[in-house]
């Protein structure tokens, strides 16, 4: 069956940076779009739309990439097809990008919205102190 396997998260300060990794089993991983989600704590309390929102997405080759607009300029997807695996590297982190962060699969055109994505991890926590 399909694993995807999220590592990396963890306490830092505002101003630092963190590398999150994901790993992925039982598919064809150049045949998808691979995805970080995040989702906030209180998020229910919040606008719609704050629930597992779109960070950065990035093609099976590698070669197109795409982030929300909080996001760039601080946040690089990467992928390494021989190794399966899907980075996302944070820099400058603020503390309202403190959430749980999810990686996830679409078969298909990439897409933003969370719906499109057929896998996801269990996530990994992310806090950031001001």
């Known amino acids: 069956q399909v694993q995807l396997v999220e590592s990396g998260g963890g306490l830092v300060q505002a101003g630092d940076s963190l590398r999150l990794s994901c790993t992925a089993s039982?598919?064809?991983?150049?045949?998808?779009?691979m995805g970080w989600f995040r989702q906030a704590p209180g998020w229910f309390r919040q606008a719609p739309g704050k629930?597992?929102?779109?960070?950065?997405?990035?093609?099976?080759?590698?070669?197109?990439?795409d982030y929300a607009d909080s996001v760039k300029g601080r946040f690089t997807i990467s992928r390494d097809n021989a190794k399966n695996t899907v980075y996302l590297q944070m820099s400058s982190l603020k503390p309202e990008d403190t959430a749980v962060y999810y990686c996830?699969?679409?078969?298909?055109?990439?897409?933003?919205?969370?719906?499109?994505?057929?896998?996801w991890g269990q996530g990994t926590q992310v806090t950031v102190s001001s």
């Open positions: 996830a699969a679409q078969f298909g055109r990439a897409s933003t919205s969370r719906y499109n994505y057929n896998y």
């Open positions: 039982g598919l064809i991983f150049t045949s998808y779009v």
């Open positions: 629930e597992r929102e779109f960070v950065a997405a990035i093609g099976g080759s590698g070669s197109y990439t």
